[in-house]
């Protein structure tokens, strides 16, 4: 079953607005990423945040991290209609950094409008 | 960097027949992973390699599914015979261990198509 449940599952805002998805998980983690998917695409890694971490910024993103409540949020400000894809929580459990026990969530599916 | 590669870009074949497909990963990554995904069940991970060595095999679903890794620029993931609900898109993806928690690279995929 899915490590990561995010919600909400489609998110429709107009360009300009912030975009806000969550992601809960089960088990206790090492680290916690976000990854953005084009359609049509692979992956691509945007942002980790580990255990003890309780937020971080890239750029126009925000990730948030409450391990007491196994949960994350990602904020994207300012959206822009390049930002329309999926996103996905990935937890890690691992140690090892090798990524041998990444699980990815559900994803949301954000849709930023002109 | 030319990004994990992976051939070919769509498959359609029929159900029975036997499917291959291919991954080139990132020069001097030593790990590379095999994912499936599909709107019923997400993305799963169906193996992974460390040094050309499959490492947990645990993911592949069915017998009729086997990964190799040749060398450690090449890897394949064959169905033997393919079946409908085979039906996903296959991600390859590869990491530089060693290195911290390193993010995954993925591959554009491969859209396989079983009738």
């Known amino acids: 079953s899915q490590q990561g449940e995010e919600d909400p599952q489609a998110l429709s805002i107009q360009e300009g607005e912030n975009a806000t998805m969550n992601c809960s998980y089960k088990t206790s983690i090492n680290n916690l990423q976000w990854y953005r998917q084009n359609s049509g695409r692979g992956l691509v890694h945007l942002i980790l945040?580990?255990?003890?971490?309780r937020e971080k910024h890239s750029g126009r993103l925000r990730v948030t991290l409450d391990t007491s409540k196994k949960s994350s949020s990602l904020l994207i400000t300012a959206s822009r209609a390049a930002d329309t894809a999926s996103y996905f929580c990935?937890?890690?459990?691992?140690?090892?950094?090798?990524?041998?026990?990444?699980?990815f969530g559900t994803g949301t599916r954000l849709q930023v409008t002109l | 960097d030319a990004g994990v590669i992976q051939s070919p870009r769509h498959e359609v074949t029929e159900m029975g027949q036997e499917v291959t497909l291919r991954c080139k990963p990132i020069s001097g990554h030593d790990y590379l992973f095999w994912y499936r995904q599909t709107m019923m069940r997400g993305l799963e991970l169906l193996i992974y390699?460390?040094?050309?060595?499959?490492?947990?095999d645990s993911g592949m679903p069915e017998d009729r599914f086997s990964a190799k890794m040749p060398n450690a620029s090449f890897s394949t993931l064959k169905i033997q015979p393919s079946e409908p609900r085979d039906s996903a898109v296959y991600f390859c993806?590869?990491?530089?261990?060693?290195?911290?928690?390193?993010?995954?690279?993925f591959g554009n995929g491969t859209r396989l198509t079983v009738t």
């Open positions: 993806a590869s990491i530089r261990g060693g290195q911290g928690y390193s993010p995954l690279h």
């Open positions: 390699f460390n040094n050309n060595v499959p490492i947990d």
């Open positions: 945040i580990r255990s003890n971490e």
């Open positions: 990935a937890t890690d459990a691992s140690y090892t950094g090798t990524a041998s026990k990444l699980t």
